[in-house]
């Protein structure tokens, strides 16, 4: 058992004394930005109005072509107060002009039938572009602090706005200029911006070849600023892993799917020199239109040939069909498909182990010395890493194998009891194979113990087994598994269409389930493969998952055997416990805490669920999921609370309700309090926080344990902003920060928070403890080293998964170990780290607060090991995050919402 764990974050040195960089600075003319607007609105005619220019596209221009340029700031389209970007030395006006014509060549409509409209289009665009020659920006320089942060009122480091852009920027050319030396190969990296930070890709890619076929791969350092609740100094925090190319002949791109490239050009500038520092991201998608692939309109590969008449650029079907010309390169032009799992299977593996990622690690570390320092390694904050769960060790005793077998089976029938209220388990099994069929009935006997020979005619078994009642039908799918017909017609939107498409084969499946008034039953539907449903929006599931609802069937879905890779009687056991699970046969089991919080506590968490209208039904929607566990409750132990209803109801009627409702016209809008429907984000955070109250006021009859991932849930509610949080107090919009303990007066509460797609988590590895060893994983509850006894901030790991697999900690993958060649091909472990802020807890001065002398007050740890001991379960593999976090997500499955149908002619008329 590893000691310590070392995070991939930095923060600046104190000791290395002010850090400052001097930049010439440049804003955006107040003069250019009237003149572009009234040149870009004239493609909105009929559509709600730009609030600022599309300053991207010129932005992604100026880092690739022009020389000296570090950065590009924020906001400057909007505002001439905004630095517009920042420069190592002066570029010359006769560079840039080029470069600005391009791009407001792109800013009016393209054409216009009328031929006055167009003759003024193009008045207006002479005068844009004699502005470009009248008005040239002013250069000033700027002294900037690059550990420039304030203290939020509740001790968090806020560092100044610039640097969440700046600041990676400046770390990623500096490594830029430092090749990484991996087994005697020397790796070259290229800067690529991203919306948080910037990416850091070797470049030119690798190669791996086994048998006849040939991949290419990357290594990938992914670099952003970040704040931690409560911490003095920001971070820095720096992500390793894999970047795969796309390199089939050609390359494929489902229907509806469009696919991100990164183009290496040389500066399109007679004389310029130097070496290539930066790749350019762009995106092709298939245009209706055009009825063809074409690049976004955000994308420069377009835009470069204007600039660059000598050289050849790629055109988005030459990319598609020669993938591997383009990333060998033509011409002194390289042009990369980033590979997604929906373009099929790649050849090399996802991921970096841990002593690979720690020599990327090492390297990042040398490289920003002295200016920036490893955030010190963290060391255990709780004796105990996990609850008490069921053994799972290997024996050769089977008695003591069979004592074991018996003990878990036992667990699950007291779940699925308690889930149930004592009413039958009725599974309704969809099959399209026997295979599928038979090792779902197999697993259901294996699973709760039941005997055998209990099948009736037609595929109808019962079993009454003591007090468990299990009935089990299983008939086949039939054409209910057939891709959905989706016919669009005149006056119906695609979402509209989609929606008559899922309704109609919704309503046969629960035709063919039959209804059913209570309890509860379980679906198992065995469908295609995803990449069998080729036409955009044909995949049928989200109506088979309506219907089965509508038949009040929560559903699970299991592909066939001939479209997966993995055996059956495996993916069997997980359909089953993904089912149960459904049900709300899961509860935690009993925790191992050094102190105990309370006998009676229950969990309650939260979750935000939002649908964008690019989602599985193309209809936009925002629902909070509230899920209430009640560990020692012997019936209906997990439910989840119906806001509609106004009372907490099973989770498997939650389930029900959320697909329900999204049936119904408006069912995805938020409703006020006063019935309207929030319609701005400002009506929908005030929706938001009331309910929260109102939740809160639900649960203050007993001790309460609130979990929320501020990543998910801070938009709709900003007081989880780190800026806003103070320890013990929670903050509601437009009013001073409350005691927790007014809401509850045993609530506790801890924030989460994962890396998502910002990287607001750091990757972890456990160091080697001696030169014979390699680093590792561990699994436990950490803190950092000499942390006070009111330190609140904690960070949760696990182990690898027996899904891992026996992959080695020295895997190299990048530059390949000459006894492993294939070391690219294997998948490699990240478990993800989770941070556990302890935001409110029976702390003494929260006890002082409230007059609540004489009681002992808690210890942040234990709280926080309460959280951390809620990923495990013996069921499941360690979780991603706790459990009731874990129900609360996945809730998100069943909130489908359907657009409504189009008004009638008459009623349209009428409007």
Known sequence: MHRLISTTAYEPDPQAGAWTEQYRVISFPEEWRTEFMDLYRRRWRRREQPVGLPIRKLNDLLRATAPGLVATGRGAGNSAESP????????????????????????????????????????????????????????RYESLDLTAAEPSPGGTAQPDRRLYHLLPEWIGARLAVRPLHLNGVYLSFRLVTRGQGVELVSWPPRTYTRGKSTWYYSGLVTITVQSVPFAARFRVHVS???????????VRLPEGRGATVLLDAPLPWSGAGGSRRRLTANSLAFDRGLGMLSWSRHSLVDLLPELDVLRAYPKPTELITEPVDWIEGRDGVAAGILHSTAMGRHGVGTGLMPLERSLLDQWFEESLHPVLRRVPDLERAHRKAKPALLPTSATKDLEKQEVRSRRRVQARRDAVRSALGGEPLLIDVLWQTEETRDELIAMLREWLGLPTGSGGVEGDYEWQDGDLHVVLRARPLGALGAPLLVVRKSGRSRAQALAEAVRERAALTAAQLGPRTSPVGLAIVETLGPDRFSLQDSDPKSALRHGCAAARRVSQFIVVPEDSDVAVALRARSALADGMRQ???VVPPDQR???????????????????????????AGQRLVALRIRPHDPVHPVRGWDDARKKWVPYAQLLLTLATDGTMADATATCTRSGRFASTTEERRDEVE???????YQVRDRPTLLLANSGNLREAWPGLNNGQLRRDMVTFHGEPPARLALFGRDLRMVLLRDANSRGETPQWYAPAETDEETPGFSAGLWA????????????????????????????????????????????????????????????????????????????????????????????????????????????????????????????????
Not at 244 to 249: H, K, L, P, V
Not at 690 to 696: A, E, F
Request: charged share 20%; with cysteine.
């Open 593 to 619: 805490l050094d102190e105990a919080l309370a006998d009676d506590l229950q969990y309650l968490a939260l979750w935000q669920v939002r649908r964008k209208s690019n989602g599985p039904t193309r209809q």
């Open 583 to 585: 049900l709300g046969a």
């Open 240 to 250: 390793y892993g894999i970047r795969r190319w796309a390199t089939g002949s050609p």
């Open 690 to 696: 009331r309910q929260i109250r109102s939740l809160l």
């Open 784 to 911: 950092a080293q000499g942390a006070g006894p009111d330190d609140r901030v904690f960070m949760s790991t696990v182990g690898k998964p027996p899904a891992a697999g026996t992959v080695r900690n020295d895997l190299r993958k990048l530059v390949p170990h000459k006894d492993w060649p294939h070391g690219p091909a294997a998948t490699a472990w990240n478990p993800q780290a989770l941070e556990l802020t302890v935001l409110g807890c029976l702390s003494e001065l929260a006890l002082a607060a409230a007059g609540r002398a004489g009681i002992a007050p808690d210890r942040p740890a234990v709280v926080a090991a309460a959280a951390h001991q809620l990923r495990f379960h013996d069921e499941y593999h360690p979780l991603s995050r706790p459990l009731p976090l874990h129900l609360a997500k996945l809730a998100e499955e069943y909130f489908l919402p359907l657009a409504a149908a189009p008004a009638p002619a008459a009623e349209q008329d009428f409007q």
């Open 84 to 139: 517009w970007f920042y420069a190592s030395e002066e570029m010359p006006a006769e560079l840039i002009a080029p470069l600005l014509v391009s791009w407001v060549m792109t800013l009016p409509p393209t054409t216009d039938s009328d031929a006055e409209r167009a003759a003024d289009h193009q008045a207006a665009l002479d005068r844009a572009l004699a502005l470009i020659d009248r008005h040239t920006p002013q250069w």
